[in-house]
């Protein structure tokens, strides 16, 4: 390979981590308060906090409607929101708004799955000592469900990596682009392979570090 290739694998993988960095970061203050909201509306909620059928059902219709639009058409309908945001609607920048919209759905039911998975004795005691529903979601149930949480996160991240690589088709950047455009429309079956090989690496290291820092979390308890 010659170093100007070396260079754009260098580039193209600061460009994925960037995007999923801040695709990540975006989807989860995007997702947090509706996974809350899921979890406390719901009629089944741990220790009942808050049920609100109408307002649960219509947050979940919204929510099932966002996730089941395929990425690569998100993006795309997506296009004039970026421009509005970043000024433009091809590259790094532009690609993290769509990746933060279509992230936020599934962060959403993760966090409403996490906390539901919360023991309702837990619940019921803090609200028996008289604590606030604010004080039993950010004291009792986030805490509690942490180990669950991390690994859904981790799980976002990865299917974030797969969304940046799938938005290189119509000019993402990052490692999808340099695979598409260097290496299958150039015919550098060697460019390709090592974009492939560099995401594989990124999922397992993530995928390893998630995993232990939920079970060292599952351990302290």
């Known amino acids: 390979m010659t170093p100007q290739i070396i260079r754009l694998i260098w580039q193209s993988t600061l460009e994925t981590l960037t995007m999923v960095a801040f695709s990540t970061i975006f989807s989860m203050i995007l997702g947090l308060p509706l996974g809350i909201l899921l979890c406390v509306t719901s009629p089944y909620s741990q220790g ?3 049920p609100r ?6 947050i979940g219709r919204i929510v099932n409607i966002l996730r089941s639009f395929p990425f690569l058409i998100l993006m795309i309908v997506l296009f004039p929101l970026a421009r509005i945001i970043v000024g433009t609607t091809i590259g790094t920048k532009a690609t993290i708004v769509p990746l933060s919209i279509a992230a936020a759905p599934f962060v959403a039911r993760i966090i409403e799955s996490s906390l539901k998975e919360v023991d309702p004795g837990v ?6 000592m008289g604590s606030t529903n604010s004080q039993i979601i950010f004291k009792v149930l986030l805490p509690e ?3 669950s949480l991390v690994s859904g996160i981790t799980l ?4 974030l990596i797969g969304y940046s690589a799938m938005a290189g088709a119509i000019g993402g950047g990052g490692l ?3 695979a598409i455009r260097y290496g299958f429309q150039r015919f550098r079956t060697d460019v390709m392979f090592v974009a492939v090989v560099i995401i594989l690496i990124l999922v397992e290291i993530i995928q390893f570090t998630g995993n232990k820092i939920s079970a060292h ?5």
């Open 48 to 50: 009942g906090i808050k």
């Open 53 to 58: 059928p109408i307002l649960n059902e219509i």
């Open 123 to 128: 619940v019921q005691a803090a609200r028996t």
């Open 145 to 147: 469900a942490m180990p």
């Open 156 to 159: 976002t991240i990865i299917n």
């Open 176 to 178: 999808g682009d340099l």
């Open 217 to 221: 979390m599952m351990a302290k308890r």
